[in-house]
């Protein structure tokens, strides 16, 4: 693994140890996704890192398949290695989700922290292409770092994480009230 890899690696690592709750958010998205235990679909994971997302709704939803998409190599390497025991329920692709089209025709598109990073604009665009990547009746849901809507409870937010012993989160992310009207401007 080369020093950049082993970098993004190490730094995913670092951002998920600051998640509070981290194995009760991702048992949220089990939950949320309208499927039966045992139901055959297809789920696209966006910038899905080293897997943890999606060994979690694999290990879940027994018959389900994956696309996971991830530019790094390194994080790449660690799903791979994550998800051995899923080889044949898996595909991981090179693909920058945020500059390049989507493959379609999935009955869920799933993410994991994997939009606070991309610009606005290319944000919007995601949502369009993640909209035309599911079937129609799809589900799309983003585990995301959501931004305090003011001042305030982005003090309190912080106050917290530091007494916790966590780094910090107030800080980045996204704001519910600009991410929900593109969401319903693409058909969300």
């Not at 390497?77 to 379609?104: M, N, S, V």
């Amino acid at each position: 693994m080369t020093e950049r890899a082993a970098g993004d690696v190490e730094s995913e690592a670092l951002g998920l140890a600051a998640v509070p709750c981290l194995p009760e958010l991702l048992d949220a998205v089990v939950r949320l996704l309208p499927f039966a235990r045992d139901a055959a679909f297809s789920f696209l994971d966006l910038g899905s890192g080293s897997g943890v997302l999606a060994a979690t709704l694999l290990m879940h939803f027994v018959n389900a398949r994956a696309v996971l998409l991830e530019e790094s190599a390194g994080l790449r390497a660690a799903a791979t290695q994550r998800l051995a025991q899923f080889a044949d329920r898996i595909e991981i692709a090179p693909i920058a989700f945020a500059r390049e089209p989507l493959p379609r025709g999935f009955g869920a598109v799933v993410t994991l922290f994997g939009l606070h990073g991309v610009e606005d604009i290319a944000r919007r665009g995601v949502y369009r292409e993640v909209y035309g990547a599911l079937q129609p009746e799809g589900a799309f849901l983003a585990a995301e770092w959501i931004r305090p809507p003011t001042h305030g409870i982005a003090s309190l937010y912080a106050d917290i994480h530091t007494r916790e012993g966590r780094v910090g989160g107030a800080s980045k992310g996204v704001f519910l009230s600009v991410e929900l009207p593109w969401l319903a401007t693409v058909g969300f």
